[in-house]
């Protein structure tokens, strides 16, 4: 059940992780990055004007939260059973199950009300293509030098 428990939290964390960056790429309309929106089910933020609640996204969270509370209580849990009595073992498996469920209908909902809307931030996203300083990658010196060749340009020096 330790093991069970110990895998759930590696889930737990990775979805607040995952939740944070799209909390993030949804951010502000005009300071935020803007890269996504994320579908309109809650009225506005207070603090973040002109984008969606992130309501899924906080909800899930909190149950990640929850999950890594949880861990406290079943590792110290485990650490009394003595002789292999476990007297906390129905501490262990409550934990457990209530955190299979908490976490499979938290991450149904966010699947649900909030990944399947979420749309690309076209207009940002141009806006950041436009600024970029990437718009060419400089090729290898080999492959500089065969295009000059082929074309029967005397190839300059490169220092």
Known sequence: ???????????????????NDIRIMNSGSRCGL????IPEN????????GTANPLQI??????????TGNSTAVT???TQGQFQLSTYKRLIIHSVLELIELLSD???????????????GSQQLELYAQ???MYATRLPRCQVMTRRLRQDIKPMKMD
Request: proline share 3%; charged share 15%; aromatic share 2%.
């Open 76 to 78: 110290i849990a485990n």
């Open 131 to 133: 600024r970029s300083h």
């Open 106 to 120: 938290s991450c149904v909902a966010l699947t649900q009300y909030c990944v399947k809307g979420i749309e690309a």
């Open 34 to 37: 803007g890269e996504i929106q």
């Open 1 to 19: 059940m330790s093991n069970a428990h110990a895998q759930l939290t590696g889930l737990a964390t990775a979805l607040c992780k995952v939740d």
């Open 42 to 49: 809650e009225p506005g933020s207070s603090m973040m004007p």
């Open 58 to 67: 906080e909800a899930l969270i909190t149950v990640c939260l929850r999950v």
